[in-house]
């Protein structure tokens, strides 16, 4: 065998190496959710068995779910709280990242790096400080008060905002000046527009978040009609951990992840450009 083919099978044998790995991890990283789309079409309420599959499927725990439990309510419930808090941590986000990338002020590079040692504390150490706060302001078992202490943990996402908006030429901010904008101007047609990857990436981690937040969620909201979706599909398996309503657990989880799966999908393109992007500089 000649040296180009040696080179050529080592290419090959190690192609094909790779493919094998990728194989194995898919397996490895969808049995899970695998099993629990069977768990839903499954009979019973127990949530182990001897097959993978049920050989009778059942739409049953999907009919309990949707009209014998607040399921959709929290589903409504977890869609509002994260469509306002989108609205709420992009206008402070962008809003901070440009100020942070555009503009020199005293305090710049001492607030840049308070936004990073912030994120390095738990969220746990807060948790005390946040719920006299909203006891003190009525706001307890609210989803108001549930915003509102969410609505500050967007440190990370000022700083990749900042960066993709380091990318940006100055150059189109000047000769924007030059025709007379003003700061607001510039940053709502030049420097937003040209900002719409992010802000894919920032609706999709705020909605993904919302969707699985419990800690804050568990605490500052009591009310059952107040539940979001990880909350309150907590109560089919709560407390003494018995397996009464696994399958109807195992068919929200379904039903939740399919528009979460397809959100995601649709903005990979921009979620890939904006993450990328905004990596390159700090």
Request: proline residues 4%.
């Amino acid at each position: 065998m000649t040296p180009k083919q040696r080179a050529r099978a080592a290419i090959l044998a190690q192609a094909w190496a790779t493919r094998l790995f990728i194989w194995v991890f898919l397996v490895i990283t969808l049995f899970p959710a695998v099993w629990v789309a069977a768990v839903s079409f499954r009979a019973g309420d127990a949530f182990y068995s001897d097959e993978i599959w049920p050989r009778v499927l059942t739409w049953k725990n999907y009919v309990l779910l949707l009209t014998k439990t607040n399921f959709p309510l929290w589903v409504y419930n977890t869609v509002k709280i994260a469509a306002i808090l989108s609205v709420i941590q992009f206008f402070q986000t962008s809003t901070a990242a440009y100020a942070f990338s555009r503009m020199r002020f005293r305090g710049r590079v001492a607030g840049l790096m308070g936004l990073i040692i912030f994120q390095m504390f738990p969220a746990t150490m807060v948790l005390a400080s946040n719920y006299i706060l909203l006891g003190r302001l009525h706001l307890l078992n609210t989803h108001a008060g549930y915003i509102l202490i969410s609505s500050g943990a967007g440190a990370y996402a000022i700083w990749l905002l900042k960066g993709y908006i380091d990318n940006i030429p100055v150059e189109l901010d000047e000769a924007a000046a030059v025709d007379g904008a003003t700061r607001w101007q510039i940053f709502t047609r030049i420097i937003l527009p040209l900002s719409r990857p992010f802000v894919a990436v920032q609706v999709l981690f705020t909605v993904l978040g919302m969707f699985s937040e419990y800690m804050n969620a568990s605490i500052f909201l009591k009310n059952a009609k107040l539940y979001t979706v990880a909350v309150g599909m907590q109560t089919f398996v709560g407390g003494d951990f018995q397996a009464n309503k696994w399958p109807q657990f195992a068919a929200g989880a379904v039903l939740t992840s399919v528009p979460l799966v397809a959100l995601w999908m649709f903005l990979q393109k921009h979620l890939i450009a904006g993450l990328t992007r905004g990596a390159v500089k700090g």
